[in-house]
């Protein structure tokens, strides 16, 4: 075998990224269908450096073995999503969450609301989606500018995609990085908790300055009639669910047994407080269906979910996880990107380093998925090196590429948002306060020598 060369690492690198680009800009191809691609790229040049196919085999097969048991909680994470919908545990957040809204506390509450649901639901887009839109409805009968109030809820929906132990995302980055899944959520909370509070000050600020405007209520109480036509809402049996999750993940249960244990006790809940007919339920799981609320945004909210809602992820998951393994065993990207790490020589530098490398894939590939395998590949000797946990690996792959994907008009998460909320990404971008304020912080703290949790579990 040879030993890649700088210019051939760039020429393979620097392939993968034109396919990934002009596929999905130009081309309008299918993610899978340029990973695939990519997969015969890259396999052809490690074959000219040397190994055979059983070698570039087992690259990825290595790769794809040490994810397993992120796998098993990425399609818990379908089942969990689905249950919640059936045992009404979204739909008692919606009822209850609207009304703590206010015209001076709409932007704060509006964070808060976001916040919730997108960490019992695992979804930015979901939440964007079907609260969100609600959320820009209210909003502008209030003249309350949509870029703030689109801002207010990327935020929100941000702040779970991050820290939801159901967030594919979170899941990801933790697989990825070699860390457990509550070891990485404990991690973020040093640097995403101050930055939640800081923006949470920021849109309460913002919020006094509308207190004059008045509330659509006729919306409020169409949303609510519709829920309530078609759920039991008492906030202890469907907080109950969430509540088990909550409880044993704080008792420091694994994951999965967390994750199983809710969904059965939502299971439960969906038969002998809603009402439905286990078979349904049961079925749900699988495959969710819409609500038959009444309201168009809240029946596709409640179908979300199920193990087949997962399989797009899981698969790009899977192949990314593939072509990360030929491009990390291989030594590709070591000779790539050796030069810029070893000039990493601190705790600040090295995590500032990871947080722009996750923009820059993001700015490249358009997906956070793909650079946040792959830059927890890149930078994890580095961390080893200087004796910090996998868990601040993670963490701060994560700050620079689940926080930053929404800021980029042309990622496919940027392009959701715009759409969905109809507000240009640049217009809504000043305003994503949480999004850019938390890697900043997360750079001052590694610089104040705060949560640098290091290999032994101890804390810098």
Request: with cysteine; net charge neutral; proline share 4%.
């Amino acid at each position: 075998m040879t030993a890649p060369r700088f210019l051939h690492s760039l020429i393979c690198f620097a392939g993968n990224l034109l396919v990934i680009s002009l596929g999905l800009f130009v081309f309008d191809i299918s993610l899978h269908s340029l990973m695939f691609l990519c997969l015969i790229w890259t396999g052809i040049n490690a074959r000219l450096l040397g190994h055979n196919y059983p070698a570039i085999r087992e690259m990825m097969s290595a790769s794809i073995s040490q994810a397993l048991p992120a796998i098993y909680i990425f399609m818990l994470i379908g089942l969990l999503i689905a249950a919640f919908m059936q045992s009404g545990t979204v739909a008692a957040l919606i009822y209850h969450g609207l009304n703590l809204l206010s015209p001076a506390w709409f932007l704060a509450a509006g964070l808060v609301l976001c916040s919730l649901m997108s960490v019992a639901t695992g979804t930015s887009w979901g939440t964007a989606g079907t609260l969100g839109v609600v959320l820009i409805g209210i909003g502008a009968a209030m003249n309350i500018p949509l870029p703030l109030v689109a801002g207010m809820i990327v935020c929100g929906a941000t702040f779970g995609d991050k820290m939801s132990p159901i967030s594919d995302t979170t899941n990801l980055a933790a697989m990825s990085a070699g860390t457990r899944l509550f070891r990485h959520i404990g991690s973020m909370l040093y640097t995403t908790v101050p930055a939640f509070v800081l923006s949470f000050v920021i849109f309460l600020a913002l919020g006094f300055s509308y207190a004059d405007q008045s509330l659509p209520q006729a919306a409020i109480s169409e949303i609510q009639q519709a829920l309530s036509g078609s759920f039991g809402l008492n906030l202890l049996p469907t907080l109950l669910p969430l509540l088990v999750l909550l409880v044993m993940s704080l008792r420091r249960f694994s994951a999965e047994v967390s994750m199983s244990a809710s969904v059965l006790v939502a299971v439960l809940v969906a038969v002998f407080y809603q009402g439905l007919n286990p078979a349904v339920v049961l079925n749900n799981l699988w495959s969710n269906q819409p609500g038959n609320t009444g309201v168009t945004m809240i029946d596709d909210l409640l179908g979300r979910g199920g193990l087949l809602s997962m399989s797009w992820t899981l698969l790009l998951a899977l192949m990314a996880l593939a072509l990360g393994g030929i491009l990390f065993r291989s030594g590709i990207l070591r000779a790539l990107l050796s030069g810029f790490i070893q000039r990493l020589k601190s705790p600040v530098a090295l995590i500032a380093g990871t947080i722009v490398a996750g923009l820059t894939g993001n700015m490249a590939m358009g997906e956070a998925y793909i650079s946040i395998i792959l830059n927890c590949q890149l930078f994890s000797h580095a961390y080893e090196a200087q004796g910090l946990d996998a868990a601040v690996l993670s963490r701060s792959v994560e700050e620079g590429s689940t926080m930053t994907t929404g800021l980029i008009p042309w990622t496919t998460a940027g392009a959701f948002y715009a759409a969905t909320l109809g507000v240009p990404v640049l217009d809504y971008l000043p305003y994503a306060f949480l999004n850019y304020l938390n890697p900043v912080i997360s750079v001052a703290m590694a610089a104040l020598g705060i949560g640098l949790l290091k290999r032994n579990n101890s804390v810098n």
